[in-house]
Structures are given as C-alpha cells and as structure tokens.
C-alpha cells in the first residue's frame, strides 16, 4: 500500500516571502500521480497543483510549484511570495495509474501560517 | 457549474441513532470518494463508488458503515447506530475519470454524535 509523509506538522513563513512544504511518499509503482491540496479554514479542501509521475518537467501554477524528485520519492511544494490568503493546510496526495487508480491517498498534512 | 454538493453541513445524532449522509458530484463527474477528516487530522479514504458500484471499499468499517451511488440521486454514507468515535468531518469528492485528474471536494459533513 502507498504511504504518503509529510514530517512538518506547522510552518510559518513571512507575507511575501518563499516557503517550501516537503512531503515523501512509499510506492513501488512506476506510473502514478500526486497533487497538493490546500484546506483553508472554511474546511473547503482546493486542488492546487498535480504533476504525472512520467513528466520530468516539475508543475507549476503561478506562484505555487513543484520540486518532484522521481528516485528520492519526494513531491514538495514552494509557494512564492506568499500571501495572507495562503494560509491554510496544506494536504500531500498521492493516486495509482494502474489497477487500484481511483482513490488517492493523503498525508496528515501540513499547517502554513503567514505572518504579516 | 455547481461544483459537489454535500448536506447536510452539520449533523448532531445522538448515540445509537442513524447517520444519513449526502452527496452530488459535480456535473459531468461519475466517481465518487468519501474520505473522514479527525480533528487535525488527515483525510482517511473510505470508499470508492461509480455509478451503481461500489469500486473500493477498503477503508470503510465493516460494521455499521455503508455506501451507495444509485444510478438516479445522489451517492449516500450511511452510519448505524453511530458512536462517539463516529464524530468527525465526512467529505465527498468527485472527479471525472482515474488519471491525472484531481479531485473536486464537496464542503463536507460534520457529524457530531451525543
């Protein structure tokens, strides 16, 4: 079965500086998917970004992006310049290609505070 | 586009009564998931449904816990003669296909048990 880690319970970072979450993930599949996920206080959980696990090439949207290291099993998400409203959980999640796709599997996430 | 669509928003059940819980997937999408939420917690995966068919259902409780996804209305978590560990933030998701797609989250339920 997959696991999905991420080791920083808490961050904090400055408003409009750069923070970076980690997260890991078990797997001994080769094709699969991973994604973050913000939750924000109203508890409405929001894509933020997802990378294919063929593509070298690290995702990014606008001022959030990867850093998907394939052979380490790590999926780490930067948020640059960040802002008040980045505040919130931010949830690692990993989903298979192969026989078991579908459900995705979350890590316990990760609480980011921007300090004005 | 309504997005997902979930109610009740809070539930307060008492213990040993029943838990009915709701879900619209958004327009277009035919899988559906239901994950619990602990407080700070992560989402734990429940089960897996497509139209009509349970796909997944390895993290549902074997007691007490069913789901279902009828071919017409919504996809429904039920909870039997619930308990307090039962007390959490139900959310469903949708999304259109497997693959690359993430998921599209309802606002979740939170159900209280007393």
């Known amino acids: 079965a997959q696991t999905v880690t991420q080791s920083q319970p808490e961050m904090s970072v400055q408003e409009a500086e750069t923070v970076t979450l980690s997260c890991t993930y078990d797997?001994?599949?080769?094709?699969?998917?991973l994604f973050w996920y913000k939750q924000p206080p109203s508890r409405q959980m929001i894509l933020v970004i997802r990378?294919?696990?063929?593509?070298?090439q690290n995702a990014t949207e606008n001022r959030f992006s990867v850093n998907f290291q394939k052979a380490a099993k790590s999926f780490s998400l930067k948020i640059s310049d960040s802002q008040l409203g980045d505040a919130a959980m931010y949830f690692c999640a990993y989903r298979s290609e192969g026989t078991n796709a579908g459900k995705s599997t979350f890590g316990d996430g990760t609480t980011l505070t921007v300090k004005p | 586009n309504a997005g997902v669509m979930q109610n009740p928003r809070h539930l307060v059940r008492r213990r040993g009564q029943e838990a009915r819980l709701r879900c619209s997937p958004m327009k277009g999408h035919s899988h559906v998931y239901w994950y619990r939420q602990l407080p700070e917690e992560g989402l734990k995966f429940m089960v897996y449904?497509?139209?009509?068919?349970?796909?997944?259902e390895s993290g549902m409780p074997k007691e007490r816990f069913s789901a279902e996804f009828p071919k017409e209305g919504p996809s429904i978590l039920r909870i039997q003669q619930v308990v307090r560990g039962d007390s959490a933030a139900y959310f469903c998701?949708?999304?259109?296909?497997?693959?690359?797609?993430?998921?599209?989250f309802g606002s979740g339920t939170r159900l209280t048990v007393v």
């Open positions: 990378q294919e696990a063929y593509k070298q």
């Open positions: 998701a949708s999304s259109p296909r497997t693959g690359n797609y993430g998921y599209t």
């Open positions: 449904l497509q139209k009509e068919n349970i796909i997944d």
């Open positions: 797997t001994s599949e080769s094709d699969y998917y």
